[in-house]
């Protein structure tokens, strides 16, 4: 990013001015051209004043108003009709001092407003002003498109370390995974620990961004590892309490995470759970209806010593159990009403579609994209 902005601010102030009369053209060169760091170009024939703008890329644009066959008001619409012109600096030149004449540009999109010919020191003052508020957003958009790829990246490497989907087999799993705008920080997984035992977990870390995202790579690569000494990741409250203590908030530049784990039992069908932080997930287990599946505790990271504690319960043959994270459900309407929770776990059904649950969440929120990630994962138990 810093290269980038480099670059942006090694940018000259480049004058583009459009006058048919050479004089004027002549007059205006004389004055800008003591300074060095401004590039000049005159465009006397006004037809071509935007085939010149686009190839001079100027950081502001003097515009005569009073000219043959092209009028200076028309011009403007131009300008801004144009896409490689439309946010360029426009300052209108004009002969007169009329009220009328400056509303109407300025309605047209003019940004500034001069009586020819001004004084040497105000038309570089306000040159100068112009070309630096100009490059100043090049230099904004250039470090928000580095910053973009950088989440576009980030994004594709969190995808990458997904698990694929299970289609078949004892245990079979599905899962939508759709990053907000600004890549937030959530990460899921499931895998065997041994023949006996199955993990699956799903974590969500604050805020947004390629720190988020590094932070929820870091943890969950440490779950799907094992990689915490002396921690035994058949025992997820066990888990919880070693994640907490290698992840401490004050060594994450003040991020924490919520998680939820558990480890199915294959022998005993006995799913063993424990959450930090974390919203509940949702079991449809034989005849008793949904149950959510949730125990207390802090956020990881948040404080030392945090003891967490873990339920169980056993899994009947065909039992559907979600784990998502709290972007799936806190949505608000374009009305402003934020989805209540009952409403969001009533679209969890035994056999609901995730592709549906996903459009009935972008329906109620009236737009496609997601304010943050948008994790479902959905795990049958045959």
Not at 59 to 83: C, H, S, W
Not at 246 to 253: D, I
Request: proline residues 4%; charged residues 25%; contains cysteine.
């Amino acid at each position: 990013m810093a290269d980038s902005v480099a670059v942006a601010s090694s940018r000259r102030v480049r004058v583009l001015l459009v006058d048919d009369q050479e004089m004027i053209g002549q007059a205006v060169r004389k004055m800008l051209e003591a300074d060095e760091n401004i590039d000049f170009c005159y465009c006397q024939d006004p037809s071509k004043a935007i085939s010149t703008a686009n190839e001079f890329e100027p950081t502001v644009i003097l515009q005569d108003l009073v000219m043959p066959e092209i009028d200076g008001m028309m011009l403007v619409k131009f300008y801004r009709a144009n896409p490689k012109t439309k946010d360029i600096p426009l300052i209108v030149l004009s002969s007169k001092e009329e009220a009328q004449t400056k509303a109407q540009a300025f309605a047209l999109g003019a940004n500034d407003y001069i009586v020819k010919l001004p004084d040497e020191l105000e038309l570089l003052a306000r040159i100068r002003y112009h070309s630096r508020g100009y490059i100043s957003m090049l230099e904004r958009n250039e470090a928000y498109e580095l910053m973009a790829a950088e989440l576009r990246e980030a994004e594709e490497y969190v995808r990458e370390l997904l698990p694929e989907p299970v289609a078949e087999g004892e245990i079979t799993a599905d899962w939508r995974f759709i990053p907000s705008s600004g890549l937030g920080g959530d990460a899921f997984g499931y895998h065997d620990i041994d023949d006996r035992y199955f993990a699956l977990y799903l974590l969500d870390v604050c805020g947004h961004g390629v720190g988020a995202a590094l932070l929820s790579i870091s943890a969950m690569n440490v779950v799907r590892s094992g990689a915490l000494p002396g921690v035994d990741f058949k025992n997820p409250s066990e888990v919880l309490e070693g994640l907490n203590d290698a992840f401490p908030m004050e060594r994450q530049s003040g991020k924490f995470f919520s998680i939820w784990y558990g480890v199915y039992d294959r022998q005993t069908r006995k799913l063993v759970f424990s959450s930090g932080g974390h919203p509940p997930s949702i079991l449809y287990n034989g005849l008793s209806g949904m149950s959510e599946l949730k125990t207390p505790g802090l956020f990881i990271g948040c404080m030392e010593g945090m003891i967490y504690q873990q339920q169980s319960v056993v899994l009947e043959e065909g039992a559907v159990l979600y784990l998502f994270s709290d972007g799936i459900f806190e949505l608000t309407s374009p009305d402003n009403v934020q989805l209540p929770f009952c409403d969001f776990t009533a679209s969890l059904g035994r056999d609901s579609d995730l592709d549906e649950v996903v459009g009935q969440a972008r329906e109620y929120q009236g737009a496609q994209e997601f304010e943050d990630d948008y994790s479902l994962v959905r795990l049958v138990f045959k």
